[in-house]
């Protein structure tokens, strides 16, 4: 396997996997996959076990460790991390008290999720404009007839159908015109959502080819569409709740303000690690548009009274 070599701390399995990220005499430092770097004495060294998973898997988690091992500065004792006031257990709490049916709850599907009413919040319908007007056999014909101002049309509705993208995405999105930047999002986007590769390599074109396009390339413009597209697995990256939830579940990242791969490996992870919690604390969210919308509800200004107000 190129790259670092992967371990899992056996009696700890729910740290996730860790690579070594340094090592004195008698001690080893590991970066775990839930965000910590954690010190094991020489007589644990036996508690972490290589393992070897699928070369993409392990290209991913690898990606996902170094880019942690970056912003942790665990040699650096007088490096503060984020002050929080609040737990992620905290955010469950005021969710359930302000929401007794969680994300059943009528006021909350009618928020969110009611596919009836196609308002802009109401993200299901655009899910379902994503998997039908973005299917490969839509698009696929629209390539081969070179129709790249169709092509981008079908794209951008999908995009603005929904509330994902703030006035100034929105903005750009509506400002593309010609057909050399149509012909570059339609193929791009086409690769992005059905392309062979693995979605890493897809997901580092289609920066490239937003950039080239002509647009600046923000977080939510760039992981809107894969995340309509499967919201079981992928996430629409909102900077600003993520950025505060990362502050209590992964303290030591420092969220780039330029979309990039690895940070967004980091942040998907951080999103269905929360779902996972949610589970658990039996407040089953759909998706991970759940999983986004919780974030979002419990960590803005005045959460508790804006959460009851739903």
């Not at 004792?77 to 737990?87: A, I, K, Y």
């Not at 949610?278 to 419990?298: G, Q």
Request: with cysteine; aromatic share 8%; proline share 5%.
């Amino acid at each position: 396997m190129s790259g670092p070599q992967l371990f899992i701390h056996t009696s700890r399995p729910n740290w996730g996997r860790a690579i070594l990220a340094a090592e004195a005499d008698d001690r080893r430092h590991y970066q775990f996959e839930d965000g910590r770097v954690r010190t094991i004495a020489r007589d644990y060294y036996d508690l972490l076990q290589p393992i070897q998973p699928e070369e993409h898997v392990a290209k991913k988690a690898a990606r996902r460790l170094l880019t942690l091992l970056k912003h942790s500065d665990f040699d650096e004792p007088t490096t503060s991390t984020p002050t929080v006031s609040m737990t992620f257990g905290d955010q469950i709490a005021l969710f359930k008290a302000a929401l007794p049916d969680g994300f059943e709850a009528e006021s909350y599907k009618a928020a969110f999720r009611d596919s009836s009413r196609r308002k802009r919040a109401h993200v299901d319908g655009s899910i379902e404009s994503c998997r039908e007007d973005l299917a490969p056999e839509k698009l696929d014909p629209i390539i081969e007839a070179k129709d790249w101002k169709k092509g981008w049309k079908i794209i951008s509705d999908v995009l603005m159908g929904c509330d994902l993208l703030s006035s100034t995405e929105r903005k750009s999105v509506r400002a593309i015109e010609g057909d050399e930047a149509m012909e570059i999002l339609t193929v791009a986007t086409r690769d992005l959502l059905h392309g062979d590769e693995v979605f890493a390599e897809r997901f580092k074109r289609y920066l490239d080819k937003v950039e080239e396009a002509g647009i600046r390339a923000s977080w939510s413009l760039v992981t809107a569409l894969p995340a309509l597209h499967d919201p079981e697995v992928h996430v629409c990256i909102r900077a600003t709740a993520f950025r505060d939830q990362a502050k209590i579940l992964m303290p030591q990242l420092r969220m780039e303000m330029r979309p990039e791969l690895p940070t967004y490996e980091v942040l998907q992870m951080m999103a269905v690690n929360a779902r996972d919690q949610l589970v658990e604390a039996k407040v089953t969210p759909r998706d991970l548009f759940d999983v986004r919308n919780f974030m979002w509800l419990t960590l803005r200004k005045d959460a508790d009274r804006k959460l009851r107000a739903l």
